[in-house]
C-alpha cells in the first residue's frame, strides 16, 4: 500500500486471538489429536505389558495372568494392530483422521472383543471344572483406551452415517463373539448366570430407588432453591445445611437416622432409610443450582415483564424458571448419577440393589461377582447421563440453550 511520498507500507493484520485459540481447541484443526492418541497409546502399552486375562482353578484362588499375545492367538495380534493403527491414525492429517480413528475403534473393538473370547476357549478345561477365566486389568485398560479412540472417531468422522454404522458393527461383532468367538466361557457369563434369578430384581429396585429419591428430592429442592433466591435468611440456612449433609459419609449419616426412625416407630433397615438417606443427598445440587439459576436471571428482563402487567408468580412460572431451566435440569442431572452411586452402599443396611452383589463379592473374593454389580451401575450412570441431556435439548429453548452457550 503506497503513501503520499510513494513509499510502500506494509499493513499487518492484528492475529485473532479468540478465533486462534478457537482452531486450536477444534479437534478437526489440531495437527494431532492428542485424546485419540492417549487413549490408543495407553492401549497399546497395556496389550503389551499387562495381563489381558486371569485364570483360576476356582474362583477364589489366586490366578496365573497371561498377556494379550500369548493367549488369544491371532485375534490378540489383530488387537495389537489394530491398536497401532489408531495410535497411528491419531497423527494423521486432520482430513483422513476421524474416519481413520473410527474405522480402527470399530475394528479395535471387534477384535477386544473376539479376543477375550479366544483366550477363554483355550484356557477354560472341557471337563465342566469350577475353573475361572477372568478379564484383566490390561484388558480393562485396552477398552477404556479403545472406547477413548472412538468417542474422538465419532466427534471428527466425516462419514454420513458414520455414527449409525459403527454402532451397527459394534454391535454385530458383540453378538458373533457371544455365539462364536467363545464370550460365553469368561468367569462374568458364569457369575450371571449364577444370579440370573436376582440381578434383575436388584436392578430394578436399585433404579426405583436412585429415581425416587431424586424425585422426592426435585419436590423439595426446587422451591427452597426458589426461596433461597428471594430470601436472605433462607439462602443462608438451606444451601450450607445441604452442603455440610453431603460432607457427611453414608453411613454416618444412616446412623444419625437411627435414632429419630427408632423414635417415630419407623424401620430402621430396609428401603426407608436408604430413601431418607438418598434424598439427602440428592438436595444440595437440585437446591444450589436451581437457585443459582432463578438469582441469575438479568433484572432487565424481569423489569420488562412487569411492563407488561406480569405478577410475580406469573415472573417466575413464564420467565425465571424458564431462564433457569438448564441449570435445574443440570443439577437434577447432577443429583441423579450421585444418587446412583450411592445407592450401592445402602446394601449395608439392608436395602436390595446392585450394591448387594458387588459386597457379596466381596465377602467371597469373588471379583467377576463385584464387576457383576458395578457394571450394571456404570451403564445406568451413563444411560442417566444421556437421557438428562436428551432431555435438556428436548424442553429448553434453543434461543436459551445458545446463550448458555450449549448450543
Not at 82 to 103: D, K, M, Q, T
Not at 175 to 183: I, M
Amino acid at each position: 500500500m503506497a503513501d503520499g511520498s510513494g513509499h510502500h507500507q506494509v499493513v499487518v493484520k492484528p492475529p485473532n486471538i479468540a478465533t486462534d485459540i478457537h482452531r486450536e481447541s477444534d479437534p478437526l484443526v489440531r495437527a494431532v489429536d492428542r485424546v485419540a492418541l492417549s487413549g490408543a497409546a495407553v492401549a497399546l502399552a497395556s496389550g503389551f505389558v499387562l495381563p489381558f486375562v486371569e485364570f483360576r482353578a476356582n474362583r477364589i484362588v489366586e490366578g496365573v495372568s497371561y498377556r494379550t499375545w500369548s493367549v488369544a492367538g491371532v485375534w490378540g495380534w489383530l488387537l495389537l494392530a489394530a491398536l497401532a493403527a489408531s495410535f497411528a491414525a491419531a497423527l494423521l492429517p486432520r482430513g483422513l483422521r476421524g474416519n481413520s480413528l473410527l474405522v480402527c475403534g470399530v475394528g479395535g473393538f471387534a477384535a477386544w472383543l473376539f479376543a477375550a473370547g479366544a483366550a477363554a476357549t483355550r484356557l477354560m478345561p472341557t471337563n465342566g471344572s469350577s475353573a475361572r477365566v477372568s478379564i484383566a486389568m490390561g484388558a480393562w485398560l485396552i477398552f477404556l483406551g479403545i472406547s477413548v479412540v472412538l468417542f474422538q472417531g465419532n466427534q471428527t468422522s466425516t462419514i454420513n452415517g458414520g455414527r449409525a454404522m459403527a454402532l451397527a458393527v459394534a454391535g454385530g461383532a458383540g453378538v458373533a463373539a457371544w455365539f462364536l468367538g467363545g464370550l460365553q466361557q469368561l468367569s462374568l457369563v458364569y457369575e450371571y448366570q449364577a444370579q440370573s434369578d436376582t440381578i434383575w430384581t436388584l436392578t430394578s429396585n436399585h433404579i426405583v430407588l436412585s429415581l425416587g429419591a431424586t424425585a422426592i428430592a426435585l419436590v423439595i429442592g426446587i422451591p427452597l432453591g426458589i426461596a433461597a433466591s428471594r430470601v436472605t435468611a433462607v439462602r443462608a440456612t438451606v444451601i450450607p445445611v445441604a452442603g455440610i449433609i453431603q460432607t457427611v459419609p453414608s453411613l454416618a449419616l444412616y446412623g444419625l437416622l437411627i435414632v429419630p426412625l427408632g423414635l417415630l416407630g419407623l424401620p430402621t433397615l430396609g428401603t426407608l432409610p436408604a430413601l431418607i438417606a438418598l434424598t439427602l443427598y440428592a438436595l444440595l445440587p437440585i437446591v444450589r443450582n436451581t437457585y443459582l439459576g432463578v438469582s441469575g436471571v438479568d433484572q432487565a428482563v424481569i423489569d420488562a415483564g412487569r411492563g407488561m402487567g406480569m405478577r410475580r408468580g406469573e415472573l417466575l412460572l413464564l420467565v425465571e424458571l424458564p431462564l433457569a431451566l438448564p441449570l435445574v435440569l443440570e443439577g437434577i442431572r447432577a443429583s441423579l448419577i450421585m444418587v446412583i452411586g450411592i445407592t450401592a452402599v445402602m446394601a449395608i443396611i439392608g436395602a436390595q440393589t446392585l450394591g448387594t452383589l458387588v459386597f457379596l463379592g466381596w465377602g467371597s473374593i469373588a471379583v467377576d461377582l463385584v464387576l457383576l454389580g458395578a457394571l450394571p451401575m456404570v451403564v445406568l450412570s451413563i444411560i442417566a447421563d444421556q437421557g438428562m441431556r436428551f432431555l435438556q435439548r428436548a424442553i429448553v429453548s434453543p434461543g436459551i440453550l445458545i446463550r448458555e452457550g450449549q448450543d
